[in-house]
T-cell receptor
């Protein structure tokens, strides 16, 4: 069983829709990261969360430490949001555990 | 601009050859990592290093070797002992800030194909 589980695995949305990607983890963590990977392969860090909620533009990330669950929301989705979104849990110390990713396609 | 530089971006290797993937960072991060990414799987840790001249095996270290002679550099050698080396390799670095925040940065990746 993976320490980090993401859902859904694949997601297709119409432009403008509100999108939610979920991440559950089973280990004690010091922080949780949301990452974005475009088809070229490079990975960009979107958020680092240790509690509460963060917002950057149309992206919102939340975390519930007690429930060991985090969500990434995209409001007013756009085709350029199409990418793979990866949840990464940072354990105490400096190791990370990664979800398998959610492949998002936004259709114009 | 600070970041992580991985090279080469694409690499082809014949079976039985060792190859070395370069990873250089100018972020002054202490920790560096090598991950392997295969289709349908999450990133898997090959090796990581917290400080210079020290590194630890990750979950899939067999057939790989690393060195950390300088803070900025963490090269990965894929040896002929790695049975299935064709994959996308990502180098990353991280630092924990005094604020409690943790920064995680990735390179653009190196795609290795064994012919």
């Amino acid at each position: 069983k993976n320490e980090v589980e993401q859902s859904p695995q694949n997601l297709t949305a119409q432009e403008g829709e509100f999108i939610t990607i979920n991440c559950s983890y089973s280990v004690g963590i010091s922080a949780l990261h949301w990452l974005q990977q475009h088809p070229g392969g490079g990975i960009v860090s979107l958020f680092m969360l240790s509690s509460g909620k963060k917002k950057h533009g149309r992206l919102i990330a939340t975390i519930n430490i007690q429930e060991k669950h985090s969500s990434l929301h995209i409001t007013a989705s756009h085709p350029r949001d199409s990418a793979v979104y990866i949840c990464a849990a940072r354990k105490i110390g400096n190791q990370f555990y990664f979800g398998t990713g959610t492949s998002l396609t936004v259709i114009p | 601009d600070g970041g992580i530089t991985q090279s080469p971006k694409y690499l082809f290797r014949k079976e039985g050859q060792n190859v070395t993937l370069s990873c250089e960072q100018n972020l002054n991060h202490d920790a560096m990592y090598w991950y392997r990414q295969d289709p349908g799987q999450g990133l898997r840790l090959i090796y990581y290093s917290q400080i210079v001249n020290d590194f630890q095996k990750g979950d899939i270290a067999e057939g790989y070797s690393v060195s950390r002679e300088k803070k900025e550099s963490f090269p990965l050698t894929v040896t002929s002992a790695q049975k299935n080396p064709t994959a996308f390799y990502l180098c990353a670095s991280s630092i924990s800030l005094s604020s409690g925040a943790n920064v995680l940065t990735f390179g653009a990746g190196s795609r290795l194909t064994v012919l």
